[in-house]
């Protein structure tokens, strides 16, 4: 199954040991990009790792840019100001409810219900086009910056974020009136592709998907960065470890990060959009880490320095591979068909799990 079956959302391939149309057993096959970006980043500087970040979880690009800047900032004791661990906060979260969308409305698709995908893209526009009018990027952003931020916000930004969660306030429960209500698409993710919290745990399962079998894993909530520590929000859990209770998790994260938004956003200290920083960054030698909370889970930023312009070894601890391999877990012994939803209730970006 794949690597261009349209259910596996890239380069992924899946060798399925079947009988008849049941899995007995799956082995991912993942590779297939080969970019090397760990060993790219040995060779150019710390500024120029951020634009590498971007493509590994495409749609959380925001969040990987923040992990690298994190963990540089912190190796240099380096504080930012104010203005922009909020501005880094509410893109995260907008960054977060894009990814959500996009992931709501092809796992639709994925089941057979092609109007999710039109609602869905709608939506994630208003997002698209206030990044786009930030930073002048629609997916691969690079606007976090060791030390800040590229620049400053747009002048409308606050006005046209405001907008946008009126808006989507409105629209986010037609979401449940399309698909979660239904009943075909019920009996085909309520009890599928069980995942019990101590699989979560041992697999490394993070993010909704781990969260969906009540593994409290929230990198937000349990180790806060940026400005999330000035902000209430819940950690959204489900104990039933199935299909549904993972799509679960990831409609009431959209609810999370709205109220998170909506904290933060007439709230925006004034004042520099950067900390004042070397044009050559140089990390004392030591070993650095930083996670932060992408849309699929924990993100791991791991830099070994040896006090020179570029890392000596990098490592990231990316979110979709952990989440992959349990697939032969909770997917063997059902259909070939349930294996779609299964597969797609993981919310699966291909490009983060390659090595």
């Known amino acids: 199954m794949g690597p261009q079956h349209p259910s596996t959302h890239g380069v992924l391939r899946f060798e399925l040991c079947l009988k008849g149309e049941t899995v007995k057993y799956i082995i991912p096959h993942c590779g297939y990009i080969h970019r090397g970006i760990e060993k790219m980043c040995e ?9 590498l970040t971007d ?49 709501w409305c092809a796992f639709g698709m994925d089941l057979g219900a092609l109007t999710t995908f039109f609602y869905g893209l709608r939506d994630r526009e208003y997002i698209l086009d206030i990044f786009e009018e930030s930073f002048g990027s629609r997916l691969l952003h690079s606007f976090n910056y060791p030390g800040g931020l590229m620049h400053d916000i747009h002048p409308d930004f606050q006005k046209k974020v405001k907008e946008f969660i009126k808006y989507f306030r409105k629209k986010l429960p037609e979401y449940d009136q399309l698909l979660t209500g239904n009943i075909i698409f019920q009996q085909r993710a309520i009890g599928m592709g069980y995942m019990s919290k101590e699989d979560a745990i041992s697999y490394g399962v ?14 937000r909530k349990h180790h806060p960065y940026s400005a999330y520590s000035k902000v209430d929000f819940k950690e959204i859990l489900y104990t039933e470890g199935d299909t549904f209770a993972r799509y679960k998790a990831r409609i009431d ?26 044009p050559i960054i140089k990390l004392p030698v030591g070993d650095y880490f930083q996670r932060v909370e992408t849309a699929r889970g924990e993100l791991g ?12 070894r990098v490592k990231f601890r990316t979110p979709n591979f ?5 697939i032969n877990k909770i997917a063997s ?14 919310d699966l970006v291909i490009p983060d799990i390659d090595r």
């Open 206 to 219: 993070t993010g909704p998907s781990g969260r969906g079998s009540g593994f409290k894993c929230d990198v």
């Open 55 to 103: 493509r590994f979880d495409y749609l959380s690009a925001h969040m990987n840019n923040e992990a690298v800047c994190l963990a540089v900032e912190n190796a240099l004791e380096v504080e930012v100001p104010e203005r922009v661990k909020y501005i880094r906060t509410i893109l995260a979260e907008l960054n977060r409810i894009a990814s959500h969308q996009l992931w």
């Open 333 to 346: 012994g059902n259909k070939i068909a349930d294996l779609v939803a299964i597969s797609g209730s993981l």
């Open 253 to 278: 994260e959209m609810w999370e990060s709205m109220n998170i938004i909506e904290q933060l956003i007439d709230n925006i200290p004034a004042g520099d959009f950067t900390a004042k920083m070397k």
């Open 322 to 326: 952990s989440n992959l391999f349990v």
């Open 43 to 51: 060779k150019i500087t710390y500024q120029q790792i951020i634009h």
């Open 301 to 312: 930023c791991y830099i070994v320095s040896d006090g020179n312009k570029n890392p000596l």
